[in-house]
DNA sequence: CTTACGGCCTGTACGC
DNA sequence: TGCGTACAGGCCGTAA
């Protein structure tokens, strides 16, 4: 699922189900997922109500009456259910991995087939330090991201602009969907140097990047495999795509009548119009 | 410092 | 049908 609009719509799902409600119980159904939970975990929450959802690139964070924050990345294939009210529910199937049991009687479930996700805790006040934390990137919604610095973390990088809008430090939340997405349309192409997107192309990328997201968001992000929402309905920005999982077609930005090629760029799937992106 | 690569996991789609 | 291979929305550690 998880891009910034992605992780998003999960954040924005959770909050009104967990705002205000006390952790009465936490399940850890294997002792890990990329890493391991930390000693006193569960411990750490049970008893906490918890105050607010935020997010940091692609992060979650849950913060917590007394500063306790847990912190949640999806890796590639988490996802939260919700059970309301103690439903009985299915069996936990093999992927389910946390449960979190909440105030009202209702669960939060947490779901990883491939286990790249985690979750740890951290202190609200060090957060900023915090490993995962201390070289993000600008969040590419907020006014600290414009043209003149990206440029300025764009300097001296000689990897293609595919790639270093993929480092997490340029900028966060972006993955493989949207950076493909906005790349597409500034009119630019993956494979250009980074540090050549400079001044007025630079603006017009992070326009184009804040473009992508906020209408990623709007429709509540891109279901490809994986149900993006906590409720289990489906967002929809899959199918305003111009260029992602595109390959073969025609390319959609007016007069350009190019077609859509899936290149490979670092062993990850590239996908761009030759004739539009320079 | 930067960049490239392999590895972490499982599921799915596709070709033979 | 079954099997093997490639690939998937992310990130980290290592090596050069």
Do not use: W
């Not at 009465?24 to 997922?33: C, G, K």
């Not at 847990?70 to 069996?91: K, Q, W, Y």
């Amino acid at each position: 699922m998880p891009e910034l609009p992605e992780v998003e719509t999960v954040r924005r799902g959770l909050e009104p189900v967990v705002t205000g409600r006390t952790i009465s119980a936490v399940e850890l159904r294997r002792p890990d997922l990329r890493i391991p939970f930390p000693p006193g975990f569960c411990s750490g929450l049970v008893g906490r109500r918890m105050d607010r959802v935020g997010r940091r690139g692609k992060y979650l964070l849950v913060v917590c009456g007394d500063g306790t924050v847990l912190v949640i990345h999806l890796g590639m294939s988490g996802r939260f259910t919700i059970v309301p009210n103690d439903a009985p529910g299915p069996e936990p199937g093999p992927h389910d991995h946390v449960v979190l049991h909440i105030g009202d009687g209702g669960r939060l479930i947490y779901t990883d087939p491939r286990r790249f996700g985690l979750m740890t805790l951290a202190p609200l006040p060090e957060l900023e330090t915090h490993r995962f934390f201390k070289d993000l990137g600008p969040e590419p919604l907020n006014a600290g991201f414009t043209g003149a610095s990206l440029s300025r973390a764009l300097d001296r990088r000689r990897s293609s602009i595919k790639s270093a809008l993929l480092d997490q430090r340029v900028v966060a939340g972006l993955g493989n969907i949207y950076v493909c997405e906005a790349l597409h349309r500034a009119g630019l192409s993956p494979r250009r140097q980074a540090h050549t997107v400079t001044g007025p192309c630079a603006e017009r990328l992070v326009g184009c990047v804040r473009g992508v997201l906020a209408q990623a968001i709007a429709a509540g992000g891109s279901s490809l495999k994986d149900y993006a929402r906590v409720d289990g309905q489906l967002g929809y920005f899959q199918y305003a795509f111009a260029a992602y999982d595109r390959a073969g077609e025609v390319c959609p930005r007016e007069d350009c009548g190019g077609k859509i090629h899936r290149i490979l760029q670092h062993g990850r799937s590239t996908f761009m119009c030759d004739s539009c992106q320079r």
